[in-house]
T-cell receptor, first 114, second 110 residues
Framework: AQKITQTQPGMFVQEKEAVTLDCTYDTSDQSYGLFWYKQPSSGEMIFLIYQGSYDEQNATEGRYSLNFQKARKSANLVISASQLGDSAMYFCAMVFYGNNRLAFGKGNQVVVIP | EAQVTQNPRYLITVTGKKLTVTCSQNMNHEYMSWYRQDPGLGLRQIYYSMNVEVTDKGDVPEGYKVSRKEKRNFPLILESPSPNQTSLYFC?????????FGSGTRLTVV
């Protein structure tokens, strides 16, 4: 069975610093997509970034980048120049191309301090 | 605009009173799913559907029903809600490039 692991405890980050959120996954599938979602205190789930398993370059979306290491089965999210509005829960997720099933890690809490 | 519409946003109900949370997507996705989110437990999948008339249990299906009569709609039904079903619920619709979530339903069962 596929499994996604996010093990870091809650993190405090200084404003304007970078933060890396770890995500490892376990699957025997060769074709899959990796995602990160942000959930602020208001509760909605906001899509941040996507990486396909066959993409050779790491995905980047503004201040978000995904450090994809396929051999290690890791997909870490890097947020550069943290802002107060980045305080949220962050979820790593996978979709499996065979059936489009979406699976999630348990999330990382990030608090940005001024 | 691509979106998943989930209603209601907030619901307080009493034990045993049947309720339905609606979910509709406009992206023509085949895969739709329901999750509940509880503190410390992350997102747990309740049911999913890979296409019309094809539904299957997720990790925590007890006490819930779903139906998928049309591609765009995937309602979640609680036939006899109990207080342990108090939670934040999300509907999601996904393709191989990702998932789009509804705005969530905060359900309280008293």
């Amino acid at each position: 069975a596929q499994k996604i692991t996010q093990t870091q405890p809650g993190m405090f980050v200084q404003e304007k610093e970078a933060v890396t959120l770890d995500c490892t996954y376990d699957t025997s599938d060769q074709s899959y997509g990796l995602f990160w979602y942000k959930q602020p205190s208001s509760g909605e789930m906001i899509f941040l970034i996507y990486q396909g398993s066959y993409d050779e370059q790491n995905a980047t979306e503004g201040r978000y980048s995904l450090n994809f290491q396929k051999a290690r089965k890791s997909a870490n999210l890097v947020i550069s120049a943290s802002q107060l509005g980045d305080s949220a829960m962050y979820f790593c997720a996978m979709v499996f191309y065979g059936n489009n099933r979406l699976a999630f890690g348990k999330g990382n809490q990030v608090v940005v301090i001024p | 605009e691509a979106q998943v519409t989930q209603n209601p946003r907030y619901l307080i109900t009493v034990t045993g009173k049947k309720l339905t949370v609606t979910c509709s997507q406009n992206m023509n996705h085949e895969y739709m799913s329901w999750y509940r989110q509880d503190p410390g437990l992350g997102l747990r999948q309740i049911y999913y559907s890979m296409n019309v008339e094809v539904t299957d249990k997720g990790d925590v299906p007890e006490g819930y029903k779903v139906s998928r009569k049309e591609k765009r709609n995937f309602p979640l039904i609680l036939e006899s809600p109990s207080p342990n079903q108090t939670s934040l619920y999300f509907c999601a619709s996904s393709s191989w490039t990702g998932g789009t979530f509804g705005s969530g339903t905060r359900l309280t069962v008293v």
